[in-house]
Structure formats: C-alpha cells, structure tokens
C-alpha cells in the first residue's frame, strides 16, 4: 500500500478507523473478558506454584470457570499479568484486532488476487467485527483470532521469515485444536512443514514441562482425555458432532456409534475435498472439519467464518453467477445472528430442544457439515473449473501473483520493410 493510495483514500481509511474505534469503544465497556480473567488467573496461578487445573478465583461475572490450556499457554499469556487489568484488557483486544487484520490481508492475497490486498483487507476489519463468533472473541478476551491469524499467515503466506509450520506449532502448544491444521501441510506434500510445526509444538510443551512438570502431566493425562467433564458439552454454543449428540439425548453406546461414524465421515470427506482445492480453500476446509470433530467448539471458536466468506466471494466473482452472492448474503446473515441465542439454554434445557429448535440452535454445524457435504459431491460429480487442483495456478493463488498473459511480438525491423 503506497502513499498515494493513502492520500486518494484518506476518508475511506478514517471512516473505517472510526467504525473500529466506535465498536471497540462499545465492546469495550459492556464486556468483562471472562475468559482474560481465566488466563490471568491461570499464569498466576502457575507462577505461585499453585494447582493450574483446581479451582480459580471467580470471575467478574460471578461464576468460576477453569483453566483448560495447556502450562505453556499460562507461560506465554504471563504478561497479561503483569500488566495492570485495563492494561490487559486493551492489550488483548488490539491484538486480536490486529490478528482480525492479518487474517484479512492474508485471505484477501490468495483468494481475491488485488494489488491493494492490504487496504481492501483492512478495510473489511470493520465489517467482520459485526460477525457473533467476532463478537464474542473480542467481548470474551479470548485468544482465537490470534491462532487463526497464526496458522493462516504461516500457511498461506508468499514468504516467511520463520520456517513454515512454525506458527502452526507454537499455537498447538498454546491450544490443541490448531494440531489439526498439520494436515494441511501433509496433504499438500509440504512434510517439512509438518515437521516443522510438530518440533515447534514439542519444544514449546518441552518448556511447560520444564516449568511446571506436575501441572503438564496432569493437563496430557486428565484433561486432555476429557475427565474435567466439558468435552461434549450439551451447552448451546458448543457447536460440534459430539456435542449436539449429547443434546439429543442418545444412549451411551448409540452416542459413541455415532459420533465414531460422522467423525470418520467428516474427515473423509474433509480430505477428500482437500486433495482437490486450491490453498487458501483447504485451509479453511481444514478449520471446518477441526470444529466440528472436536469435542468442544463455542461459538467464539467459528471465528473461520471470515475468511470463508472472502474465500466464496472470490469464488462468486469468478464465477460470475448470483445464486454464489445470495449463498454469501445468507451465510453472513446466520453468522451475524447467532441463532443458536435464541434457542433455550443452561440448566439442561437444551435436553429438551424442539425439532425446530435443533435447527436453529446448531446453524454452525448443520451449515459447515453440508458445506463440507455439498462441496465433496460437487468435486466428485460436477469438478467446476475454479476448485480443479492446478499445482502452478494453486502456487500462484497462495503466493498472490496473478498469471501473466503471453504479449503479442511486435513484428522485427526487418520484417516491417518486408
């Protein structure tokens, strides 16, 4: 982005940092940043040598929620402790700001090629603050925004200064969720990459071992294997398989039968459709089957839901055909909505949902599980040319450059005296 860019769109840029400011300014006074609370509580924990996974002071709000991260997560969150509240509170919310940013600019390189990619990604910041999983991320102090800007600048990035797969392991050590992005280096045949991100996440989780080796056991031996008691929770905002099946209510053995079949199906039809995608579409298939799997998937988690929607308006002005636009609107409106809010919730009620209110009360699942569905079929029966695996068009997308048309030759000296 050059000066002269900045100068001819002057307004524009301080109409968008005014929105940013108004919404921070808003977001920021209604918000308590439960989940700050918890990892301020945590590191202190840690560093006091007290137990990381008992009980925690309670939050603002009144409740009392537990540190679920792995010891290296306490590590790298302890400046957060340091800092005054308001210090913290404001440190955290600029940083996922900023990481909103990244994910943006980076997104916008691979899937929407534009010379201006960082002035077109920034200025969609404002617009993706309006998203719930946007909201509650930044309402809740929350750390997603900065994984999801993590992995994709390490997967999707032209170049970096570190090695590839770095980013993706260092957010691993801090939360296990983003291991699962591992497979998109593999199947891209990038296993130096994958290495790459597996001795990252060691050394760190090395070091939280180092620090706090009782504390590091019983998080891999306890609450890894779920035996806190929240993985399948049944409360409104885990949007995952298992979570909705705890809803429904199934007999223990019909619930594990279950959740084993539509797991391996997701992930069949995950790489299924990876094997034939171009990157930037991959890594966000990747994050749709990594929330639907995992046991526990708030909705604060779906923050993917941005990029994914850049991705398809790529796809839609490519394609050219409007049903792509109205799919775009429509995904937009159900994840500026929220539904699952206006479905009963706590104490149990979600036991005892309508059919209707499953409906609506899992629009992030049942959306990211036919899109999944929808876009394995599609490759299989249809193969439409803008999701063909092309290895050198895929390279150039991930890398932002445009291909070259060939130039007419201009006819020789000595072929115009002809």
């Given at each position: ?237 885990n949007q995952t398989i298992v979570a909705e099946l705890t809803r429904l209510g199934l007999p223990p053995v019909w619930h594990a039968v279950a959740a084993a079949v539509l797991v391996a199906a997701v992930l069949a039809a995950a790489v299924f459709v990876m094997r034939r995608v171009e990157p930037p579409v991959a890594v966000l298939v990747n994050a749709v089957a990594a929330l639907v799997v995992s046991p526990i998937s708030w909705s604060h988690h779906w923050v993917w839901l941005v990029p994914a929607l850049v ?108």
């Amino acid at each position: 982005m050059d000066g002269t860019f900045l100068l001819r769109h002057k307004a524009f840029l301080l109409a968008a940092g005014a929105v940013i400011g108004m919404v921070a300014a808003v977001l920021v006074a209604r918000s308590q940043f439960i989940d700050l609370q918890v990892y301020r509580f945590g590191a202190q924990a840690l560093w006091r040598g007290d137990d990381l996974y008992g009980p925690l002071p309670p939050t603002s709000a009144g409740v009392t929620l537990p540190f679920i991260y792995p010891p290296f997560a306490a590590i790298a969150l302890t400046p957060l402790v340091t800092a005054p509240w308001w210090c913290a509170a404001v440190a955290m919310f600029a940083l996922s700001v900023a990481a909103l940013g990244l994910a943006l600019v980076v997104t916008v390189r691979v899937a929407l090629p534009h010379r201006r990619a960082v002035a077109v990604g920034l200025g969609l910041v404002p617009v993706a603050l309006l998203f719930e999983p946007v909201r509650a991320t930044l309402g809740f102090g929350q750390v997603n925004l900065v994984l999801m800007g993590m992995v994709l600048a390490d997967g999707l990035l032209p170049t970096t200064r570190w090695p590839r797969g770095t980013l993706v392991g260092l957010a691993a050590a801090v939360k296990i969720t983003p291991a699962a992005f591992v497979l998109f280096f593999l199947l891209r045949r990038d296993f130096r990459s994958a290495r790459t991100a597996a001795v990252s996440a060691s050394v760190a989780s090395a070091a939280g071992f180092a620090i706090a080796p009782t504390a590091s056991a019983h998080y891999w031996l306890v609450e890894l294997t779920g035996a806190s008691g929240l993985s399948g929770s049944p409360f409104a905002t885990n949007q995952t398989i298992v979570a909705e099946l705890t809803r429904l209510g199934l007999p223990p053995v019909w619930h594990a039968v279950a959740a084993a079949v539509l797991v391996a199906a997701v992930l069949a039809a995950a790489v299924f459709v990876m094997r034939r995608v171009e990157p930037p579409v991959a890594v966000l298939v990747n994050a749709v089957a990594a929330l639907v799997v995992s046991p526990i998937s708030w909705s604060h988690h779906w923050v993917w839901l941005v990029p994914a929607l850049v991705v398809l308006c790529g796809h839609a002005r490519r394609a050219g055909a409007p049903r792509w636009w109205v799919a775009a609107g429509a995904l937009a409106a159900v994840f500026v909505a929220g539904p699952h809010h206006f479905a009963p919730s706590g104490d149990g009620k979600e036991l005892h949902w309508t059919v209707a209110q499953h409906l609506y009360g899992n629009a992030y699942l049942l959306l990211a599980l036919c899109a999944l569905a929808g876009s394995a079929w599609w490759l299989k029966h249809r193969r439409p040319e803008p999701f063909r695996t092309n290895p050198r068009r895929a390279e150039q997308l991930r890398l932002g450059v445009r291909p070259r048309r060939a130039r007419p030759r201009r006819p020789s000296a000595r072929g115009a005296e002809r």
